[in-house]
């Protein structure tokens, strides 16, 4: 079966680091996608991992380690506008289907 | 028409309505997918199609069709709708599989 998990919810203040993390048991693996969704929006893409290791993106860093099943979604010198849901999909075996993790709702206070 | 597009934004619907729900992308992207999306449950996949005149089933299909006649458009049709299909609807295009989806603003729909 599919399983992904992430915290349902964090709490961070601005200009720290914050680290969500992702868990996933799937069907095989085929890359894992990190998006962020503002409330009442649409989720926009922010990384996509498919090797281990670590991707930089400016403040945004996403690490995956495939034999762990283990990603996590790094942000640094948080910023009000990061208030937002995090969620973690998982590409499976066959390359078509992409399983979302129930987000992570992340709240960043002054 | 800039991205992926649907329509209607939002609508109330009573029990029982046929209803369809509208998505255009004018990317030319093959791939396309609808996901209802629930508090606590996350996105989950109704159904997809990885190219015109193809389409498959999520996890999440019964109670909803789908028809893919061209790149363009992937409707999404709910027969008769129930409370249960409350939720917002996203539909969603890729290039390929390797690439990001881009979503489109989502339908918000209550079945009362």
Partial sequence: ?110 | IAGITQAPTSQILAAGRRMTLRCTQDMRHNAMYWYRQDLGLGLRLIHYSNTAGTTGKGEVPDGYSVSRANTDDFPLTLASAVPSQTSVYFCASRQTVNTEAFFGQGTRLTVV
């Fill in chain 1, 1 to 110: 079966g599919q399983n992904i998990d992430q915290p349902t919810e964090m709490t961070a203040t601005e200009g720290a680091i914050v680290q969500i993390n992702c868990t996933y048991q799937t069907s095989g693996f085929n890359g894992l996608f990190w998006y962020q969704q503002h409330a009442g929006e649409a989720p926009t893409f922010l990384s996509y991992n498919v090797l281990d290791g670590l991707e930089e993106k400016g403040r945004f860093s996403s690490f995956l380690s495939r034999s762990k099943g283990y990603s996590y979604l790094l942000l640094k010198e948080l910023q009000m506008k990061d208030s937002a849901s995090y969620l973690c999909a998982v590409r499976d075996n066959y390359g078509q289907n992409f399983v979302f993790g129930p987000g992570t709702r992340l709240s960043v206070l002054p």
